[in-house]
Every structure is written in structure tokens, then in C-alpha cells.
């Protein structure tokens, strides 16, 4: 068979497997696995890695003390000494607590699966089981070792695993992440705004409003004074966004508060806007004379900028094309573990998991029929970069 059938080749050899594959994904997802209950996790982990087992790879489980177990697939090249190494990257961790599923079980009704944990992402992980599937039954050799890193912590931002995948990446010559696809058309996507959260405090002089007021240095005035500078350092065409998300202060009204503080959300679709955000932060001055400004924080995920996706996103869309698939792709303002690989400067393609919609709430679903085609692309990919 000829190079440029094949992703039409792996598709023939993943359509069929439909069944199988909403097997796996029942299996999956009824192991509650949420990132805050490692003996839970650590349940999902095992099932999770005793089907990679099945598929004859070689699986590896790295302990971790708080918590779930991360898992380590690799598979080489048979004959040939690999040529370098590819990641795929993704979490079995979810948002939801034990218990969530006696709720809102798996079903599959209407051409779409439901469940917690289906769309983000554990689809997505049975579709890279059944691509490593396909490649072993397909003829055209693979060139590069794969590496399957499935973490337990993305959820709450990857602090435990960090250091696995990034080790691993750095390893590697691109990086694919099955975090879920975005809309109904499965985007991927090819850029992510960088995430982080800044405290400002206000130190002020507490005085009595009506007895001495000019002795006070009214913390929420100057608060106030300084959200309003902040609030135009949002530029929504460049992707830059701040929001003052909580913010307190203050005790009675007729007290001159002598502190006030406010929580922001920060983001940022590019390392320099990033970089000058943290600045201005960190350069505010106080408006009133004798208030104390204490600034603290500043970005935990790095944008995942558009030029460490463009050449995997073109590749892919070559070999969507050959599957008669229109493979389009957007940027997004949340931040995944592609965040960190891409600020490594390894090409970095996000969004490759399942399509569907309604992550991290009640309507969670996939829509089934995607599945053999999403894992047929993945595949195609792990041949051709
Ligand atoms: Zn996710």
C-alpha cells in the first residue's frame, strides 16, 4: 500500500473497531479517577494500564505519593533503531469526586456517549490505545519510538507530574496532546493562552470616617484606583485579558478600611505580552500618598503560542485530507500541559482527543462516531512526523 493511502488504510482498520473502543471507554470511565482521590486514581490507573498491557506495550507505573499513579507506554520500532522519539501526552484525571457516576452514569444514547470524564479525557486515551493498535497491524514502519505518558493531576495544575512530562518532552520531537477537540467540527487547537493569578493587596490607615478622616488612607479607594488602571491593560485583539475575579476589603462603614485585596485572573496569548504583564504588575505604584501596595503571583501555564503547532497542524490537515476530512483549528484561552512542552520549544500539537462538548459539567459527552477517525489521524501522525 502506497504512503498516501494510508491514513485511509487506518481508517479501514479502526471503523470496525467502534465497539471495542466504547468498550474500553465504558471500562475507563466507570474508575472514578478524580485528581484529589489518589486511592480512586490509582484504581483508574491499573485498569487504564492493564488494557496498554493487553496491546503488548510496554507499561510502566511511576509511583507517586499524593497523587494518582502516572503510567509510561513505550513502544519502538520493531527492526530498525528508532529515529528519535514522539510524546503523546494526556490526563485520566477528572474534575468530578467518587461518586459523581451513581448520578450520571455512562450511557450511550443518540450517537453520543455521556459520562464524567468521557470528553476530558479519556476518550481521548482509548482512541491513542486503539492508533497504537492500528500501527501494529499496518504494514508501514514506524520511525521513531512513541512514548504514552497518561498523568493524574492536570486538573489541578499539574504540579506532581510536571517534571515527568517535561523530562520526557524534552526527549521527544513533537508532542501531541489528546486533551479534548473543541466544537462539534473536532478543532484542534493550535493555540493556548498562557494562565496565571496575581494577588494585590492595599495597605492602608484605618481611621473613624467622621471624626478623622483626614488621618485615614482608605485602602478600597485606592483599590478601586488601581483596578481601573489594570482593567485597561486588557487587549482583547492581542489576547491579553485581566480580570479582577475576587476582591474584599473593609470592615464597617463608617471605618476608613485600612486593607482591601483583590484576586486576578491573567492571561495572555504570547510569551512577550506575558512577560510585560508581570512587569506593569509588579511596577504599580500606590495612587495615595502612604498606602502600601503588595503585589504577588504571576503565571503558572506559559502560552502555547501558534508557531509551535503550525507545522504538526499542517501536517495533520494533510493527512485528514487524505481521510476526506476538513481538519480546522482555533485558539482557546485555557491552558493545558501543551502550555508547558510548547514554552520548551518542542513543537507541540493540542487538542487531538475526543470531539464532543460539555467538559467538566453535567452534559459531558463525546460523539462516538469520531472516535476510530480521531484515532486514525493520531496514528497517521505517529507514522509521518
Ligand atoms: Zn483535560
Redesign the pocket.
Known sequence: MSDKNLPEELLGLLKPRLPQMLATLRRFVTTESPSLEKAAADRCCGVIAEDWRKQGARVERIRQKQRGDLLRITHAPDKSRPSGQLLVLG?YDTVYSTGTLARRPFRVKGGKAYGPGTF??KAGIVQALFALQALQQTKAPLRKRLVFLWTSD??IGSEASRKFFEAEARRSDAVFVL??SFGPQGLLKTARKGVGEAELIVHGRASHAGLAPQEGINAIHELAGQLTRIEKWSDLRRGVTVNAGIIEGGTRTNVIPERARAVLDLRALHVSDMLSLEARLHELRPLQPGARLEVSGGFDRPPLESKMSATLFERARMLANQMNLTLGECTVGGG?DGNFTAALGIPTLDGLGAVGDGAHSSREHILINTMPTRAALLAALLLNV
Do not use: G, R, T
Open positions: 490526563h476530558d479525557m492536570e486538573e486533551e479534548p493545558s
